[in-house]
């Protein structure tokens, strides 16, 4: 196969942080959300670097001649080739940055450093350096026989180089994480960074040497660590483990170093050897190292006409809010659409599962939660009311776990049964599994889920829930729990898709049958939802599918590995990536065409680290209503000629721009869930106002029959 039709992974995610950067550029996005979208592709960026970077490092010096099985590229020509994009890429988000802070000053909200602050603003952080600063800061002094203090990933400081006649000797400063980083002056909207206060009084801190040069510096640490193999032969709780692997994390090698300013050579030297970095790992940023004040910002300004419009998630169309959920998902099955529909349903189904005298069980698999979570409250209120509930909680869920160790305790301390899932796979799958007894019978609830059981990300992240009373459903999911349960995994299911074992197969499967009636001359259709494609084999099928005339359409917001529209092998794919207001993080699978349309909603990317490296669920949507909502939801998003882009022949994104009307998809889904929440308030009050007619006319007729009675 040409190489032409494949992208490397790590170059394809920069181009999608590349189309996060272009938010942040686009004037019609509202200004301040701009600024947070510089936030979000800086952010992205130093995840990238502690994860991917660094695992490529380790590669390098472990198996320097392994090759990306799609590109044939080293790990050394990936990290050339990631190096060369970044340094395309800052430029870009400085100028994004610089532009946005000019528009800024229109409303009154200027960043200012201490030289164009004016008098009476100088005097001003003068006192406030020596109060609030200065006794809070532990400067150091190093040169080459004074140990090199440890830093800290992400954390800013500050360097000087200290004229010195034997060698040369450092001044460093930590410039962040004690103090207020956002400092006002005279109560307005001007405003200076801590660290350029720091930086600009940092020689007095060192007021008994001459200072040579300074600079503001940030190191990016390695971050891709797994546990040991020793570790689980060790007679501990995991939780105790992973606590541990936590604080191996913050000690890793630096794998990036970002300056502020150009630094005298010889001092830059001195730095990078004691931070054992080279000149490729050198980034110069001409916008501040950390954007993550953005926030505090937008505070400042409290301007609404910068910020997007206010969206609330709606109650959903298909639930009456006067029942309780239980009996109503018994009727029918439920979906809800995040974040246009509320997540308020599903936690209402916990809550009535913790007080239900009939639920006997509560099984879920937990990955990321919200920090106030409503959910693991209702799993302690259901353990504390004497339900058996099983909860398998990800302490692997990268970043997150030191919350979920925390959360694993919560949930054990009120008498949650807990574990922590097979030993090599992170359990990604969402999953919630409600055991009934109604006598001799067993009824199951199940909710399938493409996102985190999380009330925060449910109104940030576009994700769909299913809620199903279909009894061969809850039977693949309760066998799933048994196998996690006894640290087994489910070779073949007859309804779920469940991976490592048996999702992929049946994936592959039905691509299959699509080409086969694409080779009789049928209509035959692939269509699919995902955040990310690279894992080879799936992508082979469809190139596969796309030779033998099958359409096959992809809105994939992240990394695709795969090159739509190459003749020949993929001109019958198409790749669209929406990046907006929300994230786009929604699963879903579609294959065949009308009647014989078969449709998925799933947690599982097609990734090999989630095809066959974790455990993951597909559901099939059996409910003909809720496929025909999805069909269309996915034939909204390919209609979207505002946010989205295609890929094109040569792998770059392009908007997409036609002539038919503007549609913003996600805004569609939006407006579309308001006008459903006004059409069920508007019948709720006609209801209201008929009863009320009802009552009145029956109060009337009471009264009538009563005064005939007295006549």
């Known amino acids: 196969m040409t190489a032409a039709v494949y992208e490397n992974r790590e170059l394809s995610w920069l181009k999608f942080n590349e189309r996060v950067l272009e938010e942040a550029q686009d004037k019609r996005v509202p200004l301040l959300e701009r600024l947070n979208f510089a936030a979000i592709f800086q952010s992205n960026l130093d995840e990238f670097f502690m994860v991917r970077v660094g695992s490529l490092y380790d590669q390098m010096l472990v198996n320097p001649k392994k090759k990306d099985n799609k590109t044939q ?11 060369d994009k970044v340094n395309e890429l800052e430029p870009m988000k400085d100028i994004a940055y610089k532009n946005i802070m000019l528009e800024l000053m229109e409303h009154g909200v200027e960043q200012v450093n201490f030289r164009s602050a004016s008098i009476e603003e100088q005097k001003y952080l003068e006192a406030y350096f020596k109060k609030e600063i200065k006794p809070l800061i532990s400067p150091l002094i190093i040169d080459k026989k004074t140990p090199f203090p440890f830093l800290n990933n992400k954390q800013i400081y500050c360097a000087l180089q200290i004229q010195s006649k034997s060698n040369i000797k450092i001044g460093i400063i930590p410039a962040s994480g004690q103090f207020n980083r956002v400092i006002l002056l005279n109560g307005g909207k001007r405003f ?19 200072i040579i040069d300074k600079t503001l510096f940030r190191i990016t640490r390695n971050a891709d660590i797994t546990v040991e193999e020793g570790l689980y032969d060790h007679d501990l709780d995991f939780r105790e483990v992973m606590e541990e692997l936590c604080k191996k994390r913050k000690k890793l090698h630096p794998v990036r170093l970002q300056l502020s300013e150009t630094f005298s050579q010889p001092a830059l030297e001195f730095l990078c050897k004691k931070l054992e970095l080279n000149e490729e790992h050198i980034f110069y940023l001409k916008t501040p190292l950390d954007l993550s004040f953005a926030g505090d910002i937008a505070d400042i300004c409290n301007d609404p006409s910068l910020k997007f419009d206010k969206l609330v998630p709606q109650k959903s169309e298909s639930i009456a809010e006067t029942m309780n959920i239980i009996p109503q998902i018994k009727r029918r099955d439920i979906l809800l659409s995040y974040p246009y529909e509320s997540i308020k349903p599903f936690i209402q189904l916990l809550n ?22 409503q959910i693991i409250e209702a799993l302690c209120d259901a353990a504390e009311n004497g339900k058996n509930v099983l909860v398998l909680v990800e302490l692997r869920a990268r970043f997150d776990e030191e919350n979920n160790i925390g959360w694993s305790r919560r949930l054990q301390d009120s008498g949650c049964n807990i574990i922590y899932g097979p030993r090599d796979l992170k359990v990604h799958s969402k ?13 199951y609830i199940t909710q399938i889920g493409t996102g985190n059981y999380n009330e925060k990300t449910s109104a940030l992240y576009t994700d769909l829930s299913l809620m199903t009373a279909n009894p061969d459903i809850g039977t693949d999911a309760e066998r799933l729990f048994d196998a996690l349960l006894n640290n087994r995994l489910i070779e073949e299911s007859e309804h779920l898709l469940i991976a490592p074992l048996a999702l992929r197969d049946p994936i592959l ?34 190139i596969e599918a796309s030779q033998a005339g099958v359409k096959i359409d992809m809105v994939i917001r992240g990394i695709c590995s795969l090159i739509a529209g190459v003749e020949g092998f993929t001109e019958n794919i198409t790749v669209t990536s929406i990046v907006g207001r929300y994230l786009e993080h929604s699963r879903i699978y579609i294959f065949g065409t009308e009647k014989r349309r078969k449709i998925y909603i799933s947690s599982a990317d097609y990734m090999t680290r989630n095809t066959i ?3 993951e669920v597909a559901a099939p949507v059996y409910n003909e209503k809720i496929k ?3 069909w269309n939801m996915f034939e909204i998003l390919l209609r979207d000629n505002v946010k989205a882009r295609i890929q094109l022949p040569d792998g770059a994104y392009v908007y997409k721009v036609n002539d038919n009307p503007p549609v913003d998809a996600q805004r569609f889904f939006f407006e579309e869930a308001y006008k459903k929440a006004e059409r069920k308030a508007a019948a709720k009050e006609k209801a209201k106002a008929r009863a009320a007619a009802k009552a009145k006319t029956n109060s009337r007729k009471k009264q009538k029959n009563k005064e005939n009675t007295n006549i």
Do not use: W
Request: charged share 30%.
């Open 192 to 210: 200076i960074l801590a660290e350029d206060l720091i930086l600009h009084y940092a020689p007095n801190v060192f007021k008994n040497y001459k």
């Open 431 to 443: 999953l919630l599994l409600i055991t009934r007894k109604i006598g001799q019978k067993t009824e």
């Open 509 to 542: 499967q039905m691509i299959d049958e699509e080409i086969e009636f694409a080779r009789n001359g049928e209509p035959a259709y692939v269509g699919i939802k995902i955040n990310s494609l690279c894992d080879k084999t799936i992508i082979d099928k469809l």
């Open 613 to 615: 490296r974790r455990v």
């Open 628 to 630: 025909k909502r999805l």
């Open 352 to 373: 009535e599962a913790a007080k239900d005298p009939k639920v006997t069980d509560i099984k879920i698999t937990l990955y990321r939660l919200a920090k106030n979570s």
């Open 73 to 83: 590229m080293t790990a050394k020509k990936q990290l050339s080739a990631i190096f």
